[in-house]
């Protein structure tokens, strides 16, 4: 029986101030390999994955310091999916 680690999305950049003092977190659960959460316990600690990463958090005056670059379209061309359709 196998037990793994699964992570969630990186949430917001959260901090007091702008910079680069922010921080993300997201969720860690540990599963089985039948696919239901279980106790933290029965997967490996040394393996477990951040919950918790520094980040930069932007403020609105960063927005001031960018601006969009648009491009005109490209041609449109078909791609093949996994099961043989096409994508337009």
């Known amino acids: ?3 793994s680690w699964i992570m969630g999305q990186w949430g917001r950049c959260m ?18 390999s039948e696919g239901w959460n279980t106790h933290h316990s029965n997967c490996r600690h040394a393996d477990r994955p951040d919950s918790q990463r520094p980040c930069f958090k932007v403020c609105e005056w960063h ?26």
């Open 15 to 32: 901090g007091e101030e702008c910079g680069s003092g922010g921080v993300q977190t997201r969720m860690v659960w540990c599963v089985h």
């Open 1 to 3: 029986m196998g037990y």
């Open 63 to 88: 927005q001031d310091l960018f601006e969009w670059d648009v491009s005109e379209w490209g041609p449109c061309s078909l791609a093949p999916l996994p099961s043989n359709e096409l994508l337009r």
